[in-house]
C-alpha cells in the first residue's frame, strides 16, 4: 500500500506552511458563513406540537426547558427494530459534555424521531446513549420541518412564548458536525471512504459498509 511521501523535515515545513495558508483562508471563510448564519431572517413555528418523552407528554415549547434556544436532531424512522445507520453514527458522537456545555450557553438539545417512543428507548438503551430524546409520532412535527422522513438538524429561538425556525441543515452540513469525521479528515488515510479524493492504493470502503 501507498504511503506519504518521505521528505526531510525543511521541505515538509514548506508543504505544511502552503498548506496553512488554505486552512487559514476556510478559517475565515467559515467565521463569515457563520456570521451571515446568525443574520438569517426567523420563521414563525409552531410550539403547539405535543411529543412522547420518558417524563410524558412535551410542547414544542416544554423541549426549550426554559432556555432561549434549541436544536432538534430529527432521527430517521425506517420501520420496527431497523435504525438509520448514519443517524447512529451521528447520535454515538453526541457527547454529554458537550450538552452541558450547549447548557451553559443557554441550547438545549433533542433527538426527535417518529418512531415510537418504547422503539427509540430500547435502541438509546441498548446504545448506551445519554441524549434526551422524544418521539414526535402521529404529529405534523417531520413534515413540517421538510425532513421528507430523512433526518435534519433545525435550529429554533424563543422569544417569550412564541417559537421561530432560524436554521436548519442536512446531509453533508449535519456531516461535519460528526467529532469523528473532524479527526479523520485530519489523518493520513482520512474517512477511507470510497467517495474521497485520495491516491491510488490507499485504504477505502463504502461509507457505512
Not at 179 to 196: A, C, H, K, M, V
Amino acid at each position: 500500500m501507498q504511503k506519504p511521501e518521505i521528505v526531510s523535515a525543511e521541505e515538509w515545513q514548506r508543504a505544511r506552511a502552503e498548506l496553512l495558508v488554505a486552512e487559514k483562508e476556510l478559517t475565515r471563510a467559515q467565521d463569515a458563513l457563520a456570521a451571515r448564519r446568525r443574520r438569517l431572517p426567523m420563521v414563525p413555528f409552531s410550539s403547539a406540537y405535543v411529543f412522547d418523552t420518558p417524563t410524558g407528554n412535551r410542547t414544542l415549547l416544554e423541549l426549550f426547558e426554559g432556555r432561549d434556544q434549541l436544536v432538534v436532531y430529527q432521527f430517521m424512522d425506517i420501520g420496527p427494530e431497523r435504525y438509520c445507520p448514519g443517524c447512529t453514527a451521528f447520535t454515538a458522537n453526541v457527547p454529554a459534555t458537550g450538552l452541558a456545555g450547549l447548557a451553559d450557553r443557554g441550547v438545549s438539545w433533542r433527538t426527535v424521531s417518529d418512531m415510537p417512543l418504547a422503539q427509540f428507548e430500547a435502541y438509546r438503551e441498548r446504545m448506551g446513549w445519554t441524549v434526551p430524546f422524544a418521539s414526535s409520532r402521529g404529529t405534523s412535527f417531520s413534515a413540517d420541518c421538510d425532513a421528507g422522513g430523512g433526518f435534519m438538524l433545525s435550529v429554533f429561538l424563543r422569544v417569550g412564548d412564541d417559537v421561530y425556525r432560524t436554521y436548519n441543515t442536512t446531509s453533508r452540513g449535519v456531516d461535519r458536525l460528526v467529532f469523528t469525521n473532524s479527526i479523520l479528515d485530519l489523518t493520513p488515510y482520512g474517512r477511507q471512504e470510497d467517495w474521497e479524493d485520495s491516491p491510488p492504493g490507499w485504504p477505502q470502503h463504502p461509507t457505512y459498509g
